[in-house]
């Protein structure tokens, strides 16, 4: 009996994903330099990691990223940026339980139903971003 190993996600893939979700303080996306500074990994190196030069960083690097953008390893192991998701998700579900709700309805909406709700949820973190100086249209595709 054969078991079948998906590969996972590319590693530059899986860090856009934490630069995009996981939000400095103030609301805005972390810098290199903060990431940097947070976590001893130079700067090139991560460069290097985001634009996918490296992509099998050391355990240690991993680690510490994992640390600054507070993720458990096993968000490393994802396959799918569904994947990745659902890891954030799983961490920050308990403390803010709309999101279940959300979740639940959303599963029993058509794909295009679910595509018109991704991009609504987009169009209001970008206006929440931009502090409400803007009127932000909605994003598109």
Request: proline content about 6%; some cysteine.
């Amino acid at each position: 009996m054969s078991t079948t190993v998906l590969p996972y996600l590319a590693f530059a893939e899986q860090l856009r994903v934490l630069f995009e979700t996981k939000r400095h303080p103030d609301r805005r996306s972390f810098t290199l330099q903060e990431v940097s500074a947070g976590t001893g990994i130079a700067m090139a190196t991560l460069s290097h990691m985001r634009t996918g030069k490296i992509k099998n960083p050391q355990l240690s690097s991993v680690r510490e990223l994992c640390r600054f953008f507070a993720v458990p390893l096993r968000y490393f192991e994802t396959t799918t940026l569904e994947e990745c998701y659902a890891v954030l998700t799983a961490d920050s579900a308990d403390s803010l339980p709309m999101l279940n709700e959300i979740a639940f309805r959303a599963t029993h909406l058509s794909p295009e139903a679910q595509e018109d709700i991704l991009q609504i949820i987009k169009w209001a973190q970008t206006a929440e971003q931009s502090n409400g100086s803007d009127d932000p249209s909605p994003p598109s595709g």
